[in-house]
């Protein structure tokens, strides 16, 4: 089908995102968030989670429908995150996209949060090249992925071993006292702050590592070196930790996506998920991409974090290349691996 009107549901975590687009143009992109209900918390409470989405869900449908000025009749098909994620928050839109699909007589694709992330750059950039490379950094997840085909076709190249990014940022944000959640806490006090202030490590870029594991993150280490410099350091400004924290994630983030391109010869990065808001990492990546000859594509920093535009932007292209849609039997997959777009 040539420029399917697409409903996307998202609600793999604390965002209710429903977003409509037609072909790869953006008609409308709504949100009701819980955040601040996880804020006292330092996290994110799943169960307080899945409530809220369940409250949120048919107003966040009514007020996007509004907003795109269309019917829901017209709508071609449902797109729908089905992993991973919270299980229990992932069940609500699942259902709801069942619901839609029963009721409207329309095709429901379910579809995977990571390749979304990827997928809602489509919007803004168009086509992806095929093969490009993917950093893909958000609140669970870092990997690094050779997509060859974003509608069924993903390789990871590598992952981290233990924090994710975002999770990273989060924890270093309330070790110092920066609030939930901590990325862009940490993205705004680093602003203040000097880069290279503290020599925080770099994780997994020993020459054993660039040797075994080249493009595999870890995060723990770093997370350690700040604890111990907070504890030691009992006089120390904040925004220089902030921003010195922060180049130490950016820069390796950086040095093995820029790897990748090398050993792939692939000439062509994308960098998605939340963490890909950061203001630093979207310097710096320009800076060095330009130097590499890398093209370079990261969506606008709204359409990093969790939103429905892109789970509406996958099941576009999913539609558009007459991929069949979900068998109406499938579940929530909480643990759904990067490597499968749909399911
Ligand atoms: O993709 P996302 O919205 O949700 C998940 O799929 O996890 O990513 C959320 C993560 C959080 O850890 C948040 O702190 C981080 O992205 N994040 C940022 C920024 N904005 C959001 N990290 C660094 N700098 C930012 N500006
Ligand atoms: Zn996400």
């Known amino acids: 089908m040539t420029n399917p009107l697409i409903l996307g549901i998202e609600t793999s975590c604390d965002e209710t995102g429903i977003g409509i687009v037609r072909g790869t143009e953006l008609l409308a992109d709504t949100l009701a968030s819980s955040v601040e209900e996880h804020a006292r918390f330092g996290g994110v409470v799943p169960e307080v989670a899945s409530r809220a989405h369940v409250e949120a869900m048919i107003p966040t449908i009514k007020k996007s429908v509004a907003a795109a000025g269309i019917n829901l009749n017209q709508i071609d098909a449902i797109a729908v995150t089905s992993g991973p994620g919270l299980a229990g928050a992932l069940v609500v839109g699942v ?39 993917a950093l893909l950094v958000s609140g669970g997840h870092s990997s690094l992925l050779k997509v060859n085909n974003i509608n069924y076709e993903i390789e990871s190249l590598g992952k981290t071993l233990d924090d994710a990014a975002g999770e990273a940022f989060d924890k270093i944000a309330r070790v110092m006292g920066l609030g939930f959640p901590g990325g862009p806490a940490v993205d705004n006090e680093a602003k203040n702050g000097n ?149």
């Open 95 to 133: 259902a709801a996209a069942k619901a839609l699909g029963v009721a409207l007589n329309k095709p429901v694709y379910g579809v995977n949060h990571l390749a979304s992330h990827v997928a809602v750059d489509t919007l803004e950039n168009g086509k992806l090249p095929e093969p490009t490379l």
């Open 195 to 343: 880069n290279n202030a503290i020599k925080f490590p770099r994780g997994l870029t020993q020459a054993e590592d660039w040797r075994t594991r080249p493009f595999d993150f870890s995060f723990s280490g770093l997370k350690t070196a700040v604890a111990r410099y907070l504890e030691s350091t009992p006089q120390y400004k904040r925004a220089d930790v902030a921003a010195s924290f922060q180049e130490a994630i950016v820069d390796v983030l950086l040095q093995k996506s820029l790897a990748a391109c090398k050993t792939t010869g692939i000439e062509s990065l994308v960098i998605a998920g939340g963490v890909a808001a950061n203001s630093r990492l979207r310097q710096l990546a320009e800076q060095r991409c330009a130097d590499a000859g890398i093209r370079l594509r990261i969506p606008s920093p709204i359409l990093c974090t969790d939103n429905g535009a892109m789970v509406a932007a996958l099941g576009s292209l999913m539609s558009s290349a007459g991929r069949a849609p979900s068998a109406i039997d499938f579940s929530a997959t909480s643990s759904l691996a990067v490597t499968s777009v749909s399911v």
